[in-house]
Each structure stands twice: as structure tokens, then as C-alpha cells.
């Protein structure tokens, strides 16, 4: 909301898309005859696999939270009025043309990037449809509750927990492994298609971003620099902390996972 630079600790980013997969396991059930007869279906009883549900359940919850407080986080930057990430800057700036809030945008601007998934063959998973409308949701909310800061002795604490509470909420839905944002899925789509690196993808897109969104009237500061370079260790950092065990094989999920050391943002 990712959205700077996603970096892994090698400077490099990845991405995997996640998609459904159904496993059903089987189980026998007596007939009336007393003859054991297959019974499937992909229940927690029946799957042989214990606490998958469990994790499953934890899963949902992390990509909900995180997602929340990715747009949460967003907004005390955009209160901070200091910088923004790229993706924002591009958002605010529209927001200025539009009239519209800087979170519809964030709605709208995410549903067309995913739009472009379509040719580019990307499949999304839970987590990049929940993506375009929950940090929004959550970005406008936030800047309701939030009161006009104009003093930098405030401004600068709420940059400073904005780029922290962000980076916790890209740890928390990256580890709940339901698929990229939709951005990010733009930047591994294009990569795939015309063979560039991700870095250089990921650096030209964003830098047009950032421009068309600075020219419309979007924040650029010393909060979208600071952002840039801390975002990728403070995800990383959390990102271990809020691992969830992947699911074995044969259980039933929802989407695949992203690599732990892959930083992916909305």
C-alpha cells in the first residue's frame, strides 16, 4: 500500500500468485450392511491433518487485520502531510482532481491495476481481491476519526508510527499467504511478459506513479524517502514474527503462499 518499493533482503522482489486449490479427503462410513464404504469431503474431521483449520482460521484473520491496518497506517501518513508512499502520492493527487477521497481512489485505482492482471495472465487469490477494497475502506475511516495535525512536533510522530504500524500490516497479510496485492501482481505480470527484472519493472512503474501523482497535486516529502528505505527491514521483521506454519499437502486452502522473504504491498 505497498506503494514503494517491495524488496526482498537482497534488494531483489518476487511474487507468487496465489490461486484456489480443493483437496478433498477421504474417510470410510459404515453402510447399513456393516460394510466400510469411501465417504469424502473436505471437512477438518475427515482431512487426517490436525489444527489445519485452525491455521486456516488464524490465516483469515492476519490477512483482515492486516489489511485493515494497512490502510489505517496509510492514512497517518497522508495526516502527517509529510510524504507519502509512491502509489498514495498518485492516489492524493488524483483525490485533488477528482474530489473524490483519497480512499475511493485507492478502491478504483486498485480494481483497474487488477484489470491488467487479465492480459498479463496473473490469477488473483483471496488476499488481492480483499486488498483493493479493505485498504481503502480502512484509509478513509481512519482519516474521519483523525484531527487536523498542523504542528510537526505531531506530524512527525504520526509519520514515524505510520511507516512502523505499515510494516507491520505488510507482515501480517504477506504471512497469511492469500496472494499479492494488486500492484505487485502488475510489477511479477510485466516482469514475466517482457523478461525485464522485477527491479527495473517495479522502479519504472513506480517513478511514473510518483510523477503523474506529484504533478496532480500528490505529497512528496522526506516521509516518501524515509518510507522507501525502511519499509523492506520492518516488513522483514515482522514477517518472521507473524509466520503461520504453511498447511501440510492434501489439506484444503484457499490460496497458495508468498515466499516469507518476499515484501509484497497493496
Known sequence: MCQATATTQGGTSMSTTGSASDASATGTSASAA??????????????GIPG??????????????GLTLYGASSALLVAAGL?????????????????????????????????????????????????VFVVGLAMDGTLALLPDVRSLALRVPLLLAGIVLNGMATGLYIAARFGPGPR??????????????????????????VITGFLLGGTI???TVLYAVSIGPLAQVFLR???VPPVPAGSTVVAGGTPERVILRP
Do not use: C, K
Open 34 to 47: 456393516g460394510t466400510p464404504t469411501p465417504a469424502t469431503g473436505p471437512s477438518a474431521s475427515t482431512t
Open 52 to 65: 489445519s483449520g485452525r491455521r486456516l482460521g488464524r490465516r483469515l484473520v492476519q490477512l483482515y487485520a
Open 83 to 131: 510524504g507519502l508512499e509512491p502509489w498514495n502520492v498518485l492516489h492524493q493527487g488524483l483525490a485533488e482532481l477528482t474530489g473524490l477521497s483519497i480512499g475511493v481512489l485507492s478502491i478504483i485505482v486498485g480494481a483497474a491495476v487488477l484489470l491488467l492482471w487479465v492480459p498479463l495472465r496473473q490469477r488473483p487469490g483471496l488476499g488481492t481481491v480483499s486488498n
Open 184 to 209: 505487485d501482481g502488475l510489477m511479477t505480470g510485466l516482469h514475466r511478459r517482457t523478461g525485464r527484472s522485477i527491479r527495473l519493472t517495479r522502479t519504472a512503474v513506480e517513478v511514473a506513479v
Open 221 to 223: 516529502g522526506v516521509g
Open 241 to 243: 514474527g507473524f509466520a
